[in-house]
């Protein structure tokens, strides 16, 4: 079974429906046929930051973009930082 997938248009309208409606939630959830903890999720999430609330397959919120490059740049300084301790015990033995 896959999971299904809902467009950012239908998630807004399913949270315009609960908070703006007057409907509650677990109504709404049977309406469109959507767990009511999802919708619940849907609510939250909208309610945090309705811009950025359903940002689309493929795409991220700009905080997590910045936190892979972080991520990404972290790994490089390790990676630079272990080469850079080898060279430093390979020389420190060859001065012996």
Known sequence: MQRRKFSGEFKIEAVRLVRDGGVSVAQASRDIDVHENVLRKWVKDFGSDPKQAFPGYGQQKPDQVEIDRLR?????????RD??????????????
Do not use: D
């Open 72 to 80: 990404r740049e972290v790994t490089k300084l390790k990676a630079e």
């Open 83 to 96: 080469i850079l301790k080898k060279a430093a015990a390979y020389f420190a033995r060859e001065s012996t």
